[in-house]
């Protein structure tokens, strides 16, 4: 016989480990286990079986084959991977999970760890959103040691190949399936973070961003280990998705020992241009005058097709370099893992630093914009890139083209990428592609202005260059220029506006010498002008003055109005305005309020907006408020009162040569504010009775809390559950607050869904018909039956006014029955739907009243519950007597 406990006969063995993958085509993917285990101890693994994630609970597990093994000198571990492929079968979230017996013993903060299963996992997330994803790559090994009583710092030295964003945190160590689910590891019951094994609680905790753990301070002796989680984040479609995760598993073995760590000069996050060399130089001290190891980690020395490199001098230095190109551009920063080792100790202690290093694309080169006519195009070089790229790549890259009114001094720092907003700059357009290197601005250029432009190269994964230098040019006043549009008169068939332009005095008269003329052209709302309402006579010499024009009997009232100025010069039209229109005032009522909507289509720029207000019943219109924006909200009005505004918007070309300000009036608007804001919904309690079959209704007045103009309620109400809610009582009284569902019992049940409604005050709407405001429905709460059907087992139909007919003792909340009687032979001698039954002991068959003795019955109850009618079913006996003889059977 053999005895003993069962799991301790595996190998003792597993300190550390993670699962990591990569994307090969399609849906394939190559995984690397990764698992740091005890080298003194017999067992040893030639194989691991891993879930894919995909595999149905039960059945059997691929086996991956040992593809190395790498010794940790004075440690007592070995480094053992182990690689293999998996072809997925669409979409999904997949955890990949490698379990193995048993984890080395004598870890503190694991409770009989000797027993405790092995599992490491990690998530791969297949989306067509996100496209396929590559795991982070850890380039530090799972098992480090540490001092008691000295600071431990430690980084996993984890790469993204695909420049996601990476999230660090802190996780149990995991176990087997201890929730049996069949899915995965689960976190080993009564595990205890390393801190909390400490006395004191020491420190213990991991940077979010940078991925450095720290330890102040570990002050017990022995081994210990901790959950690192790395999830990765990308940006789709302007939001932030989690595309993945991998949980390693670390060990950190305290030790006894005198030494302090080294320390490593502070070096700030950099960015460096594509294309350029980059030399970095890196320092460290020891407290205790110990030699030093300097090393470095990170992307940039093995996960870039242009590598860098790092040289350590020997004394307490290093350098890093690189020239990376424009393969390594990209928006997420490369970090890289400096690493200060003290020597000649029993203990080796370390510090770290992590540098994010973002490589910029370089910008555009030789710029420059050409003004022709109303028109500037801008041209540039194709961004250098274009020959270090694929023909996707560039496809995939575009130039944002951005324009300011008059230059700006900009010298971006290191890292200042793209336009900031505080240089003026706006994005105009774009250019896909890198061989495009035109575009043409053709909106909202003014003459006499100065526009600038620069140029920022966007690359496939959004990152952004440097921008290119400055370049400026003048759009030439060889055009008329409409100053004023502006409402006279306001009426539906008599209404005038005022129009002025100024002359196109930087026109080429020898080219064009002349005789000269204008046409005006109109237009209803704001979708061109195209009939000549007004035209001058020709003149020899060039037109130096402005002209000005009143337009007369046409609808002001109800409709924008837009014009266009033509320029002709010998019969041969030259040039022509930007069309322009009128403010048109749009009136939206509220309570006790309006808003103006100014909507205009103008070539200039309206800075402010002066609102003007006309009491009711007449009289001068006054200044209420100003705006720089294109809309204004009156307050403080009365409801249902006629009110009158117009709007006076001063503009500017901001240019020398025409006149300044602009200033141009709407027409007048009147309308009447109307309450159209509901109020806030009541709060309700909703309590069921089912001795007295009612339900009580309670809900608090918003007056008390949000609103101000609550005058009552609505009660909904649906007997089933699901099914829409409809209007069951009205209250007029913004006090009324409380309400007793089926008081007078005529609805025969309590079960439903129940939920109130606030209305406000009862005003005339902007249509002329009175109407009141409604809020949305409180919450909806439910209360369900509580139905009892019970039935005698004797009754004596003899006619002496006692017990003469069988019913159901008091029942509630059924809606029917299927009530059948059967006599000892089987026979149907009675049944009805009726609830109340009302059974007088006659057989139905022959009319006759039934002979003493026992008969069955069957009942179907049909409950009225909130979920609609459900049968309960149950049967019995009735013994039927005529009250003086003994019951025969």
Not at 137 to 150: D, G, H, I, T, W
Not at 570 to 584: H, I, K, P, R, Y
Not at 793 to 803: E, K, L, R
Request: charged share 20%; glycine share 8%.
């Amino acid at each position: 016989m053999i005895c003993g406990f069962f799991v301790s006969a595996f190998a003792t063995h597993n300190r550390a480990g993670e699962i990591t993958y990569r994307h090969v085509s399609g849906l394939t993917y190559e995984v690397t286990i990764t698992t740091c285990t005890k080298t003194s101890v017999i067992a040893d693994r030639t194989y691991l079986k891993i879930n894919w994630g995909d595999v149905p609970i039960g059945a059997e597990l691929d086996s991956l084959e040992r593809t190395g093994i790498t010794f940790l000198g004075g440690l007592d571990a070995q480094i053992n991977t182990y690689v293999g492929t998996h072809t997925y079968g669409g979409p999904g979230i997949f955890d990949l999970s490698v379990e193995d017996p048993n984890r080395n013993s004598g870890v503190l903060n694991i409770e009989n760890s000797v027993d405790q299963i092995f599992c490491i996992a990690s998530q791969l997330i297949i989306t067509p959103q996100s496209g396929h994803n590559n795991s982070v790559v850890l380039l530090n090994p799972a098992k480090e040691q540490a001092c008691v009583f000295k600071n431990w710092i430690h980084n996993p030295g984890a790469y993204d190949p695909d420049g996601d964003i990476l999230v660090y945190s802190l996780v149990p160590s995991m176990g087997g399936d201890y929730n049996e689910d069949g899915v995965g590891c689960d976190p080993i019951p009564g595990f205890i973070f390393p801190q909390f094994y400490s006395p004191n609680n020491d420190i213990f905790e991991i940077d979010p961003v940078t991925g450095d753990l720290t330890w102040v301070t570990p002050q017990v002796v022995g081994e210990y280990n901790v959950g690192i989680k790395i999830e990765e984040w990308r940006m789709v479609n302007g939001a932030l998705m989690k595309v993945g995760h991998v949980i390693r598993d670390m060990q950190i073995n305290v030790l006894l020992c005198t030494n302090n760590p080294p320390e490593i000069t502070a070096i700030a996050d950099t960015c460096i241009e594509a294309n350029s060399d980059f030399n970095l130089s890196v320092s460290a001290f020891d407290p205790d005058g110990d030699p030093i190891d300097l090393s470095a980690v990170g992307g940039p020395f093995t996960e870039v097709m242009h590598t860098a490199t790092f040289q350590d001098l020997n004394n307490g230095t290093g350098t890093f370099a690189w020239l990376p190109e424009c393969t390594e551009i990209r928006s997420a920063p490369y970090q890289v893992l400096f690493k200060a080792e003290d020597l000649g100790n029993q203990v080796s202690l370390t510090d770290i630093e992590v540098v994010f290093i973002t490589v910029v694309g370089p910008p555009v080169e030789n710029l420059n914009a050409e003004a022709l006519g109303s028109q500037i195009t801008v041209a540039w070089n194709p961004n250098v890139c274009l020959d270090q790229f694929t023909p996707a790549e560039r496809a995939q890259c575009r130039y944002d083209v951005y324009r300011r009114n008059g230059p700006f001094d900009f010298e971006p720092s290191q890292c200042e990428l793209g336009l900031p907003e505080y240089t003026g700059y706006q994005l105009i357009g774009t250019v896909n592609g890198l061989g495009d290197t035109t575009y043409v601005d053709s909106q909202g250029l003014f003459f006499g202005g100065t526009y600038c432009y620069r140029v920022v190269t966007r690359f496939p994964d959004g990152a952004e260059s440097y921008t290119s230098e400055e370049v400026c040019a003048e759009i030439r006043k060889d055009q008329p220029v409409i100053t004023n549009v502006s409402v006279v008169a306001t009426d539906a068939a008599n209404g005038e506006v005022y129009v002025a332009w100024s002359p196109p005095v930087d026109l080429d008269t020898e080219i064009f010498p002349g005789p000269y003329h204008y046409e005006l052209l109109h237009g209803a709302d704001y979708s061109g002008a195209a009939n000549v309402i007004f035209s001058t006579p020709d003149q020899v010499e060039l037109i130096n003055e402005d002209t000005l024009y009143t337009h007369v009997g046409l609808n002001t009232l109800d409709t924008p109005n837009n014009y266009r100025v033509t320029f002709w010069s010998g019969g041969e039209l030259v040039s022509f305005s930007s069309f322009a229109s009128s403010v048109f005032l749009e009136l939206i009522p509220d309570d006790n309020q309006m808003t103006l909507i100014m909507n205009h289509e103008v070539p200039w720029t309206n800075e402010t907006y002066e609102v003007y207000r006309q009491e009711p019943g007449g009289g001068a219109f006054n200044l209420v408020g100003t705006a720089t924006e294109a809309m204004f909200t009156d307050t403080g009005l009365v409801n249902n009162v006629t009110y009158c505004w117009f709007v006076r918007a001063i503009g500017t070309y901001g240019t020398p040569g025409v006149v300044d300000p602009l200033i141009n009036d709407s027409q007048i608007a009147c309308g009447k504010p109307y309450d159209l804001t509901p109020p806030c919904a009541p709060e309700i309690t909703v309590d069921g009775d089912c001795e007295s079959e009612t339900v009580l209704i309670v809900w608090t007045n918003p007056n008390n809390s949000c609103a101000d103009d609550v005058m009552g309620y609505r009660l909904y109400y649906a007997p089933v559950e699901g099914e829409d809610l409809v209007l069951y009582a009205e209250f007029d009284f913004a006090n009324d607050t409380v309400f007793v569902f089926n008081e007078d019992g005529e609805i025969g049940s309590i079960a439903g869904c129940y939920a109130v409604t606030a209305l406000d005050s009862l005003l005339e709407g902007p249509d002329g018909n009175l109407r009141r405001n409604e809020s949305v429905l409180s919450d909806i709460f439910c209360v369900d039956n509580c139905p009892i059907y019970l039935l005698p087992n004797i009754f004596t139909p003899n006619n002496d006014g006692v017990n003469d007919v069988f019913i159901p003792y008091p029942y509630r909340f059924i809606e029917s029955v299927d009530f059948q009687v059967f006599n000892r032979w089987g026979g149907l001698v009675f049944k009805t739907s009726d609830p109340a039954i009302g059974w007088d002991g006659t057989d139905d068959t022959t009319g006759q009243v039934c002979t003493d003795g026992t008969y069955f019955y069957t009942v179907t109850a049909n409950t009225i519950r909130l979920t609609g009618l459900v049968p309960e079913k149950f049967s019995g006996t009735i013994q039927l007597s005529d009250g003086k003889n003994p019951v025969q059977e």
